[in-house]
């Protein structure tokens, strides 16, 4: 879809061969990785001294899972666009930190826990439980609206600070916004049936989720899809446009059946 948006004005960066992980062990210190994630650093490139994560699945997924965080006032990663091999790429910017602690949910609490944001609740500090909570709730609350079905437990990272942990900055919006939807949305901290009974048990422990979801009814899509078109010089062919059209439906359909 996104071959026909390419035109010589495009405001993007050409990624070589050799902006690529080149197996030097910096890379894990750069990047703040573990050797378990070391698997995936085939991925990253270097680029003007900062590290990106390089994807070419729903592309403008990225961009717009973005945009739709700063509108929720919640940290989340930088997406800009290149371009490999002829292919339009997404290129999420490293926000690890060094020096810093960075963990799953899991790493936390076990994997058989079911209610891990009640889990929290219980070890933190009110203050800082309800920063986690409100910015857990703004994930969740994008996460339906673009019917994320890949929200796993090693696609949430928490940072561990003074006063307990806080949601890192989020990432990975690739597999949503892709046609039908689950009727369970699961993540890594809780997993929520989304039809109107199971939602409105929810909704009386956590009301702020039916304010997020309400709020994000009512975004426009489609200027966001044009401001990205517009920021990279895109052409915003029918077929894009046709496309968030048809997914921005679904999606406020879904949360107006929920909420």
Request: hydrophobic letters at 35%; charged letters at 30%.
């Amino acid at each position: 879809m996104l071959q026909k948006t390419i035109n010589p004005d495009m405001k993007v960066v050409l990624l070589d061969k050799h902006d690529f992980y080149n197996g030097k062990e910096k890379w894990l210190k750069n990047l703040n990785y573990d050797k378990f994630e070391a698997h995936r650093l085939q991925n990253w490139a270097l680029v003007q001294g900062k590290y990106y994560y390089v994807k070419q699945q729903r592309v403008l997924n990225e961009q717009v899972g973005e945009a739709l965080a700063k509108k929720m006032w919640l940290p989340t990663s930088h997406n800009i666009l290149g371009i490999k091999n002829g292919q339009v790429v997404n290129m999420s910017e490293n926000f690890k930190e060094q020096g810093k602690v960075y963990c799953n949910p899991s790493q936390i609490f076990s994997y058989s826990d079911i209610d891990k944001l009640q889990l929290f609740k219980r070890i933190l500090k009110p203050d800082n439980y309800e920063k986690l909570e409100n910015d857990i709730l703004k994930m969740y609350a994008i996460d339906i609206y673009m019917r994320q079905m890949d929200r796993a437990d090693v696609n949430i990272l928490l940072e561990k600070n003074n006063d307990g942990y806080k949601l890192a900055p989020l990432y990975d919006y690739t597999s949503s916004m892709a046609g039908n939807y689950y009727k369970t949305y699961y993540n890594g901290i809780n997993d929520i049936e989304l039809n109107k009974a199971n939602m409105d048990k929810v909704f009386n422990m956590y009301p702020r989720l039916r304010v997020y979801l309400d709020m994000l009814s009512r975004v426009d899509l489609e200027k966001i899809v044009n401001d990205i078109c517009d920021e990279y010089r895109l052409i915003n062919t029918e077929d894009i446009k046709e496309y968030y059209k048809e997914e921005q439906e679904k999606s406020v359909n879904l949360v107006k059946s929920i909420i």
